[in-house]
């Protein structure tokens, strides 16, 4: 009986943290208020889930608990002093859950809902803390099962309360306005992933990169505050619109269906100590792609302003003029298809690692197979702005970063290094020599933390596995026409990106864009005789945003 008694705690124990996590997992949706039978439902939903999971969790917690305190639970009928200690770590996880999520979206969810999860976690934690002192106390109160179970109760409703009282928050729909004005010259626009400052001016003052450098200290550069926390789709998003996940919508690369909640398609999962996406519960969602952006990229402004533009592998969503996606790997061009000399200099250094050799040969195949294929696109089909994203930095260094420099993993990035800048020469010569040059890294790399490097000197691998999960700051390039030259940039933010070169291509930048225009970046001759013109905002569809036939 005392094993029944204890699974009976638990169970009900779960029940309570599954209701108390549903308003949770609500306020990472800021668009989606369900009716009230729907919001029953979840209410079921996470109540059950948490019963079967969570509960069966401290249950089992309970009984090795029982080892060392074997009083727990022991007594007939409800157990005050076990329900509290079973309470303590509900209280806990609860208040992890809403403050870790609260961190965990800093870029991604609007003000007021990470305010109301800051909320959440502070009324959970004051739960847990009441929790522990009367614990400790041990002190039994006249009606125990009753005034246990309305504490818990009232902590769930107050966090119902919380999400309740959070304004129904989303993106104002994007406002057409015809927009009277050409773009004023050519952009080239790149996109190095996984490239920052700390590995490029390296392979710069080595002479890696001779044409970047050359462009560098004619052109205006600096560190760019990427989105945090890292998710590729919300980092390339905000990019090409300019504007803040939370208008544009795109938070990660998977979305899901909840149609026993929502006709909307949600994407944010609550974080917790559970396997994603077992927090919604009993499997009844369905996964769907990324979504494609609420408000307009830069090659449709580009378009609707009249401008041919190229887009070379970008999400799904992108479509210009014409458009080369990123092939499936076994599309990818075969290695040997590639310059003999750069196979050679690879080769050497590839035997170090045979293991991680054939994806590096797959990633220079895949990055010089877009570059080829964009330089002719462009000469046969030629275009007033072309838009190129590169994965090559992304897919090599996690991989190749060595601990101590001077390995063949340097080697494998220096030909990486070498390879992105003669693409990038050979795409500034097929653009003309007079086109605004835009150079960007939406993100960069990060070296390991302590704790990584703790992990690392119990390992024999010689190499640091840097990743973007901190999301460390990327960088941007300005060159060309109306360009300020030598100058760095400061305080620059990966919105920025996209409202700067709009200006200085004498287009309107629009007000909800989250970008300011570094003006740090723009000479004082264009500065003086171009105006900051502003529009409401430019539909993800490109309607409105630009008169059909250009007109200045």
């Given at each position: 009986?005392?094993?029944?008694?204890?699974?009976?705690?638990?169970?009900?124990?779960?029940?309570?943290?599954?209701?108390?996590?549903?308003?949770?997992?609500?306020?990472?949706?800021?668009?989606?208020?369900?009716?009230?039978?729907?919001?029953?439902?979840?209410?079921?939903?996470?109540?059950?889930?948490?019963?079967?999971?969570?509960?069966?969790?401290?249950?089992?917690?309970?009984?090795?608990?029982?080892?060392?305190?074997?009083?727990?639970?022991?007594?007939?009928?409800?157990?005050?002093?076990?329900?509290?200690?079973?309470?303590?770590?509900?209280?806990?996880?609860?208040?992890?859950?809403?403050?870790?999520?609260r961190e965990e979206t800093r870029d991604l969810l609007l003000p007021d809902n990470r305010q109301g999860l800051a909320y959440a976690g502070s009324l959970a934690f004051l739960f847990t803390i009441t929790l522990l002192v009367l614990?400790?106390?041990?002190?039994?109160?006249?009606?125990?099962?009753?005034?246990?179970?309305?504490?818990?109760?009232?902590?769930?409703?107050?966090?119902?309360?919380?999400?309740?009282?959070?304004?129904?928050?989303?993106?104002?729909?994007?406002?057409?306005?015809?927009?009277?004005?050409?773009?004023?010259?050519?952009?080239?626009?790149?996109?190095?992933?996984?490239?920052?400052?700390?590995?490029?001016?390296?392979?710069?003052?080595?002479?890696?990169?001779?044409?970047?450098?050359?462009?560098?200290?004619?052109?205006?550069?600096?560190?760019?505050?990427?989105?945090?926390?890292?998710?590729?789709?919300?980092?390339?998003?905000?990019?090409?619109?300019?504007?803040?996940?939370?208008?544009?919508?795109?938070?990660?690369?998977?979305?899901?269906?909840?149609?026993?909640?929502?006709?909307?398609?949600?994407?944010?999962?609550?974080?917790?100590?559970?396997?994603?996406?077992?927090?919604?519960?009993?499997?009844?969602?369905?996964?769907?792609?990324?979504?494609?952006?609420?408000?307009?990229?830069?090659?449709?402004?580009?378009?609707?302003?009249?401008?041919?533009?190229?887009?070379?592998?970008?999400?799904?969503?992108?479509?210009?003029?014409?458009?080369?996606?990123?092939?499936?790997?076994?599309?990818?061009?075969?290695?040997?298809?590639?310059?003999?000399?750069?196979?050679?200099?690879?080769?050497?250094?590839?035997?170090?690692?045979?293991?991680?050799?054939?994806?590096?040969?797959?990633?220079?195949?895949?990055?010089?197979?877009?570059?080829?294929?964009?330089?002719?696109?462009?000469?046969?089909?030629?275009?007033?702005?072309?838009?190129?994203?590169?994965?090559?930095?992304?897919?090599?260094?996690?991989?190749?970063?060595?601990?101590?420099?001077?390995?063949?993993?340097?080697?494998?990035?220096?030909?990486?290094?070498?390879?992105?800048?003669?693409?990038?020469?050979?795409?500034?010569?097929?653009?003309?020599?007079?086109?605004?040059?835009?150079?960007?890294?939406?993100?960069?790399?990060?070296?390991?933390?302590?704790?990584?490097?703790?992990?690392?000197?119990?390992?024999?691998?010689?190499?640091?596995?840097?990743?973007?999960?901190?999301?460390?700051?990327?960088?941007?390039?300005?060159?060309?026409?109306?360009?300020?030259?030598?100058?760095?940039?400061?305080?620059?933010?990966?919105?920025?990106?996209?409202?700067?070169?709009?200006?200085?291509?004498?287009?309107?930048?629009?007000?909800?864009?989250?970008?300011?225009?570094?003006?740090?970046?723009?000479?004082?001759?264009?500065?003086?005789?171009?105006?900051?013109?502003?529009?409401?905002?430019?539909?993800?569809?490109?309607?409105?945003?630009?008169?059909?036939?250009?007109?200045?």
């Amino acid at each position: 009986m005392r094993h029944l008694r204890r699974l009976g705690h638990s169970l009900v124990a779960g029940a309570f943290a599954g209701a108390a996590l549903a308003p949770l997992q609500l306020l990472l949706w800021p668009d989606v208020l369900p009716p009230l039978p729907k919001l029953l439902v979840a209410f079921l939903a996470w109540t059950t889930w948490g019963t079967v999971w969570i509960g069966g969790t401290l249950f089992a917690f309970a009984e090795l608990a029982s080892l060392l305190v074997p009083y727990l639970g022991s007594a007939k009928g409800f157990s005050v002093g076990l329900w509290r200690w079973l309470m303590i770590p509900v209280g806990l996880v609860v208040t992890w859950a809403a403050w870790w999520n609260r961190e965990e979206t800093r870029d991604l969810l609007l003000p007021d809902n990470r305010q109301g999860l800051a909320y959440a976690g502070s009324l959970a934690f004051l739960f847990t803390i009441t929790l522990l002192v009367l614990a400790i106390r041990r002190r039994s109160r006249r009606h125990a099962l009753t005034s246990a179970l309305a504490f818990a109760g009232a902590l769930v409703a107050a966090l119902w309360v919380v999400w309740a009282c959070t304004p129904l928050s989303s993106p104002k729909a994007a406002v057409a306005e015809a927009v009277h004005f050409a773009p004023g010259g050519r952009l080239l626009f790149v996109s190095w992933e996984g490239t920052d400052l700390h590995w490029l001016l390296p392979a710069m003052e080595r002479g890696d990169m001779p044409f970047l450098h050359k462009r560098w200290e004619t052109g205006a550069w600096g560190q760019l505050r990427t989105v945090r926390p890292y998710t590729r789709s919300a980092t390339l998003a905000t990019l090409v619109t300019g504007c803040a996940p939370a208008v544009h919508g795109v938070l990660g690369r998977l979305s899901y269906r909840v149609p026993w909640l929502t006709d909307r398609p949600v994407t944010l999962l609550l974080a917790g100590p559970w396997p994603s996406p077992h927090q919604l519960p009993w499997r009844a969602w369905e996964r769907t792609p990324g979504l494609a952006p609420q408000r307009a990229t830069l090659w449709q402004i580009l378009t609707s302003a009249g401008h041919r533009v190229g887009v070379v592998g970008w999400p799904r969503y992108a479509r210009g003029s014409w458009t080369v996606s990123t092939p499936l790997p076994a599309e990818v061009a075969r290695f040997t298809s590639l310059d003999a000399d750069l196979r050679a200099a690879l080769d050497s250094a590839l035997r170090s690692a045979p293991d991680l050799a054939n994806d590096a040969r797959n990633s220079f195949a895949l990055a010089a197979g877009l570059g080829s294929i964009a330089v002719k696109r462009v000469n046969a089909q030629p275009v007033n702005a072309l838009a190129i994203d590169c994965e090559l930095a992304a897919h090599l260094r996690p991989l190749w970063t060595a601990e101590e420099p001077g390995g063949q993993g340097d080697e494998v990035l220096r030909q990486a290094a070498r390879v992105l800048d003669d693409q990038l020469r050979s795409l500034w010569l097929a653009m003309g020599e007079d086109t605004l040059l835009v150079v960007v890294s939406p993100y960069g790399l990060a070296p390991p933390s302590p704790w990584q490097r703790l992990v690392h000197l119990a390992r024999s691998s010689p190499r640091w596995h840097v990743s973007p999960t901190d999301s460390p700051d990327g960088f941007v390039l300005f060159s060309g026409p109306g360009v300020r030259p030598g100058t760095r940039l400061t305080g620059a933010r990966l919105a920025d990106v996209t409202a700067t070169l709009l200006y200085l291509l004498e287009l309107p930048v629009a007000r909800d864009m989250a970008g300011r225009v570094l003006l740090n970046a723009v000479d004082e001759a264009r500065a003086a005789s171009v105006p900051l013109r502003l529009v409401p905002s430019y539909p993800a569809d490109g309607s409105g945003t630009a008169s059909p036939t250009p007109v200045r």
